[in-house]
């Protein structure tokens, strides 16, 4: 799974002119679902996402998470974060996971969020959504639990 995560002070998705979903101070999550992904990609990414300290304490250095700020999400799925634009000028998606199972992993990463007592706002799954925010510092983080799980490399 991949995540881009904007840290915002609002956001909000409208389909079809009509507000779906939004949130105040917290995070926007754009995310994305590959055909290999499963029940613990979910849950790592979230507990990644909800224990990321990126919120600035009373120094201003960024040192507080989601839960030590009282943050919302809004979550909207994203299947263009797989998008593969090595070849010619149109990307090709097909590294992403099909619907049934991008729709699934989606709706669970959200219910891991609600578990935890966050707020959630959710896009519509498939629809064509207008997102808008407004960002915070600008801060804005990429997860891929593949590079999540992937060991260190040794400096030297």
Not at 135 to 152: K, S
Request: with cysteine.
């Amino acid at each position: 799974m991949r995540a881009v995560i904007q840290r915002v002070r609002q956001a909000k998705v409208e389909v079809e002119g009509r507000e779906v979903g939004s949130c105040g101070r917290g995070y926007l999550v754009l995310l994305g679902v590959a055909p290999g992904d499963g029940p613990a990609e979910a849950q790592l990414l979230w507990d990644k996402i909800s224990h990321l300290r990126i919120f600035d304490d009373e120094q201003g250095k960024v040192n507080l998470s989601l839960g030590d700020v009282g943050g919302e999400l809004l979550v909207v799925s994203q299947f263009t974060l797989f998008a593969d634009c090595r070849r010619g000028r149109r990307p090709s998606f097909t590294s992403a996971a099909a619907p049934e199972l991008a729709s699934s992993l989606y709706e669970q990463f959200c219910l891991l969020a609600e578990g935890d007592s966050f707020h959630v706002g959710r896009g519509v799954f498939g629809a064509d959504m207008q997102v808008s925010l407004v960002n915070d510092g600008p801060f804005t983080v990429c997860l891929d639990t593949v590079e999540l799980t992937r060991p260190r490399r040794q400096e030297r």
